[in-house]
Structure formats: structure tokens, C-alpha cells
């Protein structure tokens, strides 16, 4: 089968590997109708990890199941099935507590799998035609039938979840102002969700205009850090209070204002000035306990110098981590169908497989408008 294979810095190919075949009566075989390209994905892509070449890409990833073993019992052929980026088990101590996320069994000596992620276990990606799908009654949500929504639905697998996620890590409550860092798909999925939520004013940040133009759309106010200091821009629109809370999608690759240089602690130190006394921050985008291309040596070790004295002058409360997708996919799904969320509308590009080397190119490079894609298989 055709799948996206990395091959080094900069550089993925798609190439023939083996199809897979089920490995346990848990498992399913799913035929990929769409995988999409993550932000976390260009981490691996720009070198900034320890994957190895030969990783198949792809975490995000729906289909229609080809295959199953004997002991699948709710699911059957032809179902059209999405499946959330953490691989998990269902049953041990973290997913029972509903921490599917952090998963003690999918990958020992770490708690959290990943399909086709450095360090998140022996999970193929899906950026391919088929993938594998383990303890699969748990693990795939049902959708309905035929094409329709397939954009919305490939949201399901991480940003909808994840941006959703970054809100309630917040606890943004209806009537409430947020300040969201970061407009690409997740912080784009925050500042959606906020708004879901019942937020009366969402702040949106970053300097691309096209981003900002995207969070205007959907009801946000665009913020740009370009122009000026963003925490200056908001506490103008907040009477000098600041907002009640705030999520970082941005996460360790932040720059600093008015330059391109790397600043991995920015975003956080900007929330902790953003945020009113006694609010809150949701920090869903990804800090990694190593990162080799840091820009010092305490960056490369994941150490980050953060105002932890005014956080708790202030009283702020901070919830982080990856998101448990399966905490919210089925009634984010269902608000999908009854029309009450239509999330695509962070989908820049829809491709052909084979066209994923161009993809990742572009999209690294954030060039031609290529925001958010999506591969078809």
C-alpha cells in the first residue's frame, strides 16, 4: 500500500510499505478515506525529534473498517469510522478514569500512544491506505453512513477535540472573556469552542493575517502581535482587567514579538500577564520534555524560565496536557450532525496521497494559504 514515510529533516516521500493484517481479535483494518497533516507532525518533519526515518506519518485518521478480528463485537465491515490520536486500551487505571490520553497500556514506560508518533509506541500511521486500529470497540467512534461531513469528521480525530479541550482545561464558562495565543487549527478550534461554550468576547493572537482573518470570521477579534504587545491590545479592549481566561495553542516553538526568533516560554509568560486575577489558562499546545533544536541550553532540555512568581500572585490555576479525545468526540460528533458546529472550516486544502511531500512543504513553510490539510487516500 501507498503511505507516507519520513526519510529525514525536511524531507517525506510516499512510498510502497506493507499493508496491515490483524495482529489481535481486537483489531480492525481500516481502509483510509482521510487522514490530515498536524502541526505536531512538522515537529517530527523539522528534525525536532528523535524519529528515526522509516516512521509512517499520521495521526489523524477516518475510514471505512475492511477488516476485523473475531473478538470485535460493535463494530463490522463497512462501518465509517473516526479515530482519536491516542491509542488506548479502555481498561487500565488512566482510561477508566477517563484519561485515554495517558494510557498505561498502549506504550510501556509511558503513559500516552500515538498512531505514527516519535516516542508514542509501535503504532503505524495513517497517512496511508490502511492503517491498524487496536482494541477497536473502544477505540472507534461510528459515523454515519456515505461522505457526508467528511471534513468536519477528520476533525474529530485531534484539533476539535484538542482545541475543545484546551477550553475546558480552562474552564470557560458562558458570559466569560478568553484570549486564545495562537490562530492555527487548534487555537482556531479554542476560540470555536469558546464561542460554542457561551463566551461573550474570545481574543484571538497571532500575526498572520490570513489566521486572523479566520478567528474574525467565526466571531473572534483578532489580535495581531506584530502591531504591538498583545496583552496591551487586550487589556484596551477589557477596561485594564485582562480576560477571565486564556488558552496557549501555540506551545514551544512561540516566537518573540517582532521577530522570528524562538522564545518557548512567550506564550506562557503572555497568558499569565493576559489573564485576570483568580482566572484560568488551558495549555493544550505542546510542550516536549526534550526539544533539540531549543534555542538555549535549557530550551533544549525543556526547561522554561516562566513568571511562576506572578502566577501565583495572581492566583491563576493551569490545567495542561494532550487531550482525552474520546472525553469529547461523540458529542462534539453529534453536534456535527445536528448542524450545530461545522469545525471544516479550518480545511485549507484537500489532496490527493501522493501529493503529501508538496503538502508538508507548504504547510511547513505556512505558504499558498496552507493552513490545515487534508489527505485523501
Known sequence: MKAVVYKGPFTVAVEDVEKPTIQHPNDVIVRVTSTAICGSDLHMYEGRTAAE???????????????????VTTLKEGDRVVMPFNVACGFCMNCVEGYTG???????????????????????????EYIRVPY???NCLKLPQG???????????????????????????????VAVYGAGPVGLMAAYSALLRGARKVFVVDRVPERLQK???????PINFAEGDPVEQIEEQTDGIGTDKGVDAVGYQATAQGTDNEEPAT???SLIRTVRPTGALGVPGLYVPSDPGGPDEQAKQGMLLVAIGRLFEKGLRMGTGQCNVKRYNRFLRDMIIDGRAKPSFVVSHELPLDQASSAYNKFDKRIEGFTKVVLHP
Open 53 to 71: 526515518p522509516g516512521i509512517v506519518f499520521g495521526h489523524e485518521n477516518m475510514g471505512v473498517i475492511e477488516d476485523l478480528g473475531q473478538g
Open 102 to 128: 495517558f494510557c498505561i497500556t498502549v506504550n510501556p514506560g509511558f503513559a500516552g500512544g500515538a498512531y505514527g508518533y516519535v516516542a508514542m509506541g509501535p503504532w503505524k500511521g495513517g497517512q496511508a
Open 136 to 138: 477497536a470497540d473502544f
Open 147 to 177: 461522505n457526508e461531513h467528511e471534513t468536519d469528521f477528520i476533525l474529530l480525530a485531534d484539533i476539535f477535540p484538542t482545541g475543545y479541550h484546551g477550553c475546558e482545561l480552562a474552564q470557560v464558562r458562558p458570559g466569560e472573556s
Open 215 to 221: 478567528a474574525e470570521e467565526i466571531g473572534a477579534i
Open 267 to 269: 506564550v506562557l509568560n
